[in-house]
């Protein structure tokens, strides 16, 4: 049973994990960001990088492995928000100064 | 050193678990969901009700809550994407069909 469960464990974490993996691709490829929520994105990298100082602080290694790919995936998917929502208000900001 | 830890832990968890609300709740409001990578949703929410079994059968209660509210609101996202790629897909077939 604690094998079932582990391995139950382990596949979760491993799609959980995985996931981001197609979104920064498509966001890399496609740049298209305007579905994407900046606050959860936001909230999202600050929450996983919180896991990984969990995961340190408590000596966790699969916490620590899970969390450092994540962070590095999430992180790509909001700064590309972020950049696409700095160029956008760019222009904006721009003709209000134009005018 | 112990409460620390825990308070790291519970904070990531809520910021990690509720970062998926302003995303359900914009794709709610705006039905875009083009930036959105169905394979990563399709994966995220397997992942989640991977966790929540797992956390059931270890017992684990806030496993069990942080992925309760999580599968509730991936499955929103997910099944809104699947909504839109089904819409898509449709008027094409019908041009095919009638061409």
Do not use: C, E
């Amino acid at each position: 049973m604690t094998h079932l469960i582990d391995g139950v464990g382990i596949l979760a974490a491993m799609l959980t994990t995985l996931s981001f993996l197609p979104q920064a691709i498509l966001v890399l490829r496609t740049r298209k960001t305007d579905g994407i929520s900046l606050t959860m994105y936001a909230m999202f990298t600050a929450g996983v990088a919180g896991w990984l100082a969990y995961g340190l602080m408590s000596g966790a290694l699969p916490v620590i492995l899970a969390n450092a790919v994540t962070l590095v995936l999430a992180s790509i998917i909001l700064g590309l928000k972020i950049q696409s929502v700095v160029q956008i208000r760019k222009p904006g900001l721009t003709a209000r100064a134009a005018a």
